[in-house]
């Protein structure tokens, strides 16, 4: 019986009509693009429109009501937060519609070609989006599908190039990833995030090493040597495994101001490479991303070095929306109390001696009950803050949405200087009282801010 992968696989091999329900996500637009630049016939349904559904729209999409399943539909994707109880689940399932969910179908997709898969708790989407840049400076005419808007493709979140490799991040919620078997895989990093869908963090741990036994034997596993060795990664890993560390691995890192250096295995050195994006993090990155191109694809060094330095990051990952001396903006999803301590740090290396003026919008109460002294220890390194309402997360969170203001209460008795925001208005209203010259704006969160971070940009 073949795998679901391999039915999903099936679909794809001749372009057919196929129906996206919650096509508005960020990886489900990526994949819906993709298929119809491979040419089929797409319809979709979400709750709203957004610009990702418009941006789909142009390109032959027909959207529908959200309980419709179109006449002419022969398979479904759906988004993990659609239940088997939805109408239009249910209608596809009594017209015994072929259904999948979008990792399965973003597996077959994988499947028709050589992929590479970014997997870790942080940095998937830069990285993969590294790779991707690194691979078109390369000419490899490279596909992709993003979980953010890459600032160098020019449309979005997704591309399509005939007959190249796939580049894809490899989310572990709910372990959707390990329906995946890639050619070659990147582990970034291993955390404390999405725990609550396993159960427990050793139970965590076991799925990312069954990700790693599931890369193409002969292909390529990069990532830190201090996590091949954490999950003995060589143990369980068919594939050849390439480690990257400062002191020891296989490809030596070292960092020197904001450049870095990568020594290879056959003694090749890169030479420095700068990065238009600042952050530690954002060089560990790069060099998940420089290794993986070299050692799985056999790409130069000169389009590696090309590709990196003309890289301009991708939307909401610290990005500089504005840098001047009387003010700065800057967006970021950081949403985990890891990511937004390493942003607010950035902040402080990249506009010494400024003030940070921090909005931080929650979201999934179990995360931030389960890391709420950590929230408080991060948000604690801003200077003034506002808390905006927790975002609603469909089929993931109680409805309670308590997180933000817990976390305001928590902050004002640490003495830090915090304001609470019921509404995105409140929010911008608030950067607007006590503004002073220099400040730097700082928004967080995987919600509502992005569209506020926007509209403080349209502000004079």
Avoid at 84 to 109: K, S
Avoid at 166 to 179: D, K, P, Q, R, T
Avoid at 378 to 395: F, N, Q, R, S, Y
């Amino acid at each position: 019986m073949p795998s679901v992968a391999e039915a999903a696989r099936g679909v794809l091999e001749v372009p057919s009509p196929v129906h996206f329900l919650g096509v508005g996500g960020a990886g489900m637009s990526a994949l819906a693009a993709v298929l119809v630049r491979r040419g089929h016939v797409l319809t979709g349904s979400d709750r709203a429109s957004n610009r990702r559904i418009r941006r789909l729209e142009a390109l032959g999409l027909r959207t529908v009501e959200e309980s419709e399943i179109p006449a002419e539909c022969s398979a479904v994707v759906r988004t993990a937060a659609i239940p088997d109880d939805h109408p239009a689940m249910v209608a596809a399932l009594a017209r015994n519609l072929p259904t999948f969910r979008y990792a399965e179908m973003l597996a077959g997709l994988a499947a028709t070609t050589t992929s590479a898969a970014v997997a870790g708790s942080h940095g998937k989407t830069t990285t993969s989006a590294m790779l991707a840049q690194i691979l078109m400076a390369a000419r490899r005419n490279p596909s992709a599908v993003i979980g953010g808007d890459v600032l160098d493709f020019g449309d979005g979140n997704a591309r399509w190039g005939v007959d190249g490799p796939l580049v894809h991040e490899a989310c572990e919620y709910a372990g959707s990833f390990l329906v995946y078997r890639p050619s070659h895989a990147v582990i970034t990093n291993l955390g404390d995030d999405h725990v609550d869908s396993y159960g427990g963090l050793d139970a965590l741990r076991g799925a990312f090493r069954q990700f790693a036994a599931g890369v193409d034997g002969a292909g390529c596993l990069v990532t830190s040597a201090a996590l091949a060795r954490d999950l003995d990664l060589r143990g369980v890993a068919g594939a050849r495994l390439v480690t990257l560390g400062n002191s020891c691995g296989d490809v030596r890192l070292r960092i020197e101001g904001g450049t870095f250096e990568l020594r290879f295995p056959d003694g090749a050195r890169s030479g420095p490479i700068q990065l238009r994006i600042p952050g530690r993090h954002n060089i560990m990155n790069a060099a998940m991303a420089a290794a993986a191109a070299r050692e799985a694809f056999g790409v130069e060094l000169a389009a590696i070095r090309r590709a990196l330095l003309g890289f301009r990051g991708v939307e909401g990952r610290f990005q500089i929306l504005r840098d001047e001396e009387h003010r700065a903006l800057v967006d970021d999803y950081a949403h985990h109390p890891a990511e937004i301590e390493m942003t607010l740090l950035t902040c402080r290396d990249r506009f010494p001696d400024r003030r940070l003026r921090v909005l931080f919008q929650p979201h999934l109460e179990e995360r931030t009950e389960r890391h709420f002294q950590a929230f408080l220890n991060a948000l604690a390194l801003a200077d003034e803050l506002v808390l905006m309402k927790d975002c609603a997360v469909p089929g993931r969170d109680g409805g309670r949405h308590r997180g933000a203001h817990r976390l305001y209460e928590g902050l004002l008795k640490l003495g830090v200087r915090a304001s609470y925001a019921d509404t995105p208005q409140e929010a911008e209203a608030w950067f607007s009282v006590g503004a002073r010259e220099g400040d730097v704006d700082v928004l967080l969160g995987a919600g509502d801010s992005r569209d506020l971070a926007h509209a403080l940009l349209r502000r004079p």
